[in-house]
């Protein structure tokens, strides 16, 4: 199920190792994660699995409680609507941050990449590579910093987007993410930013109705 740890760094090593298998479907959401399984399977120690856990746990990727272990997170409409409210705050703020810092052309170079892929979860890596091209370009250490903190979760609820409605997702990411190297071009602090949250608000909304019955 999951790849041996490396020798070195065992502990990120483990905790690389299981957002892998989050991220891959191989670990659903609502999974038990059990440290004498996860160590034999790594082939490390319980210690260095634990330490692993708590830092998907500070990625809000894995939720620990006493005497019931750890499990993946489930991807509920309360946590979608919760992380997307934040992460359209952050996205305004970084969109209309990155105006006149962020390369366009390297914007531009991964959107033409995205044009061609027709691999969802490709796809999708690309999409967030995208985002995290602006958070970078801003130059705010502690907004780069909030962005990291939600990322893994972000990601996680993409991928049930992806899953669960792909065709939809196909169908728009591209055009979306033009138009937001357009509102960087044209220099509007507003303009970005409020396209930049429209556009998390749409992802929002997609994923909430995939997941209400």
Known sequence: MFERAARRGMADEAAERIRDAIFGGVV????QLR?????????????S??????????????????????????????????VY??????EG??????????SLDELDEIVAVMLDLTDDDRLLALDMRFHDTIYQATGNARLISAWRALRSQVYLFQLTRVRLNGEHYRAIVVDEHREIVAMLRRGDPEAASRYAEEHVHEARAVLVAALSP
């Open 93 to 102: 703020l970084a969109t209309s941050t990155a105006i006149g810092r962020v």
């Open 35 to 47: 440290e004498i399984e996860l160590a034999a399977e790594l082939d490390i120690s319980r210690g």
């Open 28 to 31: 659903p959401p609502g999974s």
């Open 85 to 90: 409210a934040v992460r359209a705050a952050l």
């Open 49 to 82: 699995v634990r330490e692993g856990l708590a830092v998907l746990e500070a990625e809000g990727l894995v939720r620990s409680e006493w005497h019931r272990g750890t499990k993946v997170i489930d991807v509920t409409v309360h946590d979608v609507e919760e």
